[in-house]
């Protein structure tokens, strides 16, 4: 079953409205969490990655003023985007690092992403 | 500046035969690879890695290959399935404990009945 999970799955909202979303590790704790991006037929982008307790850390190019990023719990990041536009309609996919064991932990394990289109 | 990429972006293959994916990087820097098979409107699901101390790494009916000399590695699929039809993206981390992924340009992998 997954092991993230993230919600919601699909959004259609109006130009201007802030949308969340949301990402949850179901199975164990993840003191990072990471936000894609994907373009269609386009690879997946690094948006951010959010660390439990402090603030995200963008990827060169990523408005942080307007991708809000929280990680409140060890279970939890949300990513608002805020005054959404149509330009940022796109297919948003989060994931989450298990604890490090060994010489390197478990991949990450990937939500099933949320389509988000903006009119 | 694509530090991975994957030169074929669809693949057709027979049932039955063998699926090669290729993938190429550019930062000598990756230490760790890995392979996602990726559905329309899903997330990507982890298929098989391999360390770049390693050569070959084996999983059922996946195997990886990497050339680290050539910066190259490929995901080998015998024999293939029509469930196999997905999109595969390779990926590289630059050392071990670092979770940042970059990821490939992503090949269309279809099967044919």
């Known amino acids: 079953g997954a092991v993230v999970s993230q919600h919601p799955s699909w959004v259609i909202c109006k130009s201007g409205t802030s949308v969340k979303i949301e990402c949850r590790s179901l199975d164990f704790q993840a003191t990072t969490m990471f936000w894609y991006r994907q373009f269609p037929k386009q690879s997946l982008m690094l948006m951010a990655t959010s660390n439990e307790g402090s603030k995200a850390t963008y990827e060169q190019g990523v408005e942080k003023d307007k991708f809000l990023i929280n990680h409140a719990s060890l279970t939890l990041s949300t990513l608002t985007v805020t005054s959404a536009h149509p330009e940022d309609s796109s297919f948003y996919i989060c994931?989450?690092?298990?604890?490090?064991?060994?010489?390197?932990?478990?991949?990450?394990?990937f939500g099933d992403g949320t389509r988000l289109s903006i009119l | 500046d694509q530090q991975v990429k994957q030169n074929s972006p669809s693949l057709s293959v027979q049932e039955g035969r063998i699926s090669i994916l290729n993938c190429d990087y550019t930062n000598s820097m990756f230490d760790y690879f890995l392979w996602y098979k990726k559905y329309p409107a899903e997330g990507p699901t982890f298929l098989i890695s391999i360390s770049s101390i390693k050569d070959k790494n084996e999983d059922g009916r996946f195997t990886v290959f990497l050339n680290k000399s050539a910066k190259h590695l490929s995901l080998h699929i015998v024999p293939s399935q029509p469930g196999d039809s997905a999109v595969y993206f390779c990926a590289a981390l630059p050392r071990r404990g670092n979770e940042k992924l970059t990821f490939g340009t992503g090949t269309r992998l279809t099967i044919i009945p």
């Open positions: 994931s989450a690092s298990p604890p490090v064991t060994g010489t390197l932990g478990q991949p990450q394990h």
